[in-house]
Nanobody
Framework: QVQLEESGGGLVQPGGSLRVSCVVSGRALKGLTLAWFRQFPGKEREFVAAIDWSGTVPYYLDSVKGRFTISKDNAKNMGYLQMNNLKPEDTAVYFC?????????????????WGQGIQVTVSS
């Protein structure tokens, strides 16, 4: 019923920027916490960023603070992750996720809705 779809990934050089987007259908984004996770090959998904219903309270993984910015446009039902000063260590599949609640926002088990993921590769 609720679907999320990522876009905007691809290949970028170290130090470059990408903006990945997440379109939400089937439910109003204004009623959902939005998050981004990433997954390396053979590893569990790790938390990257989350933002509350209003789009005003963000949380970040320490290693991306100052480089990544999460945002959401409730009117457009769109979520975003702006990634600046990208490093090779950021290479992963990035997933958007959403859930009506805010607690345990950094845990994969908290989220009921997931996109399929999109590849971000940082390489020279």
């Amino acid at each position: 019923q609720v679907q999320l779809e990522e876009s905007g990934g691809g290949l970028v050089q170290p130090g470059g920027s990408l903006r990945v987007s997440c379109v939400v259908s089937g439910r109003a984004l204004k009623g959902l916490t939005l998050a981004w996770f990433r997954q390396f090959p053979g590893k569990e998904r790790e938390f990257v960023a989350a933002i509350d219903w209003s789009g005003t309270v963000p949380y970040y993984l320490d290693s991306v603070k100052g480089r990544f910015t999460i945002s959401k446009d409730n009117a457009k039902n769109m979520g975003y992750l702006q990634m600046n000063n990208l490093k090779p260590e950021d290479t992963a599949v990035y997933f958007c996720a959403a859930d009506p609640e805010y607690y345990n926002y950094d845990r994969t088990s908290h989220y009921g809705y997931w996109g399929q993921g999109i590849q971000v590769t940082v390489s020279s």
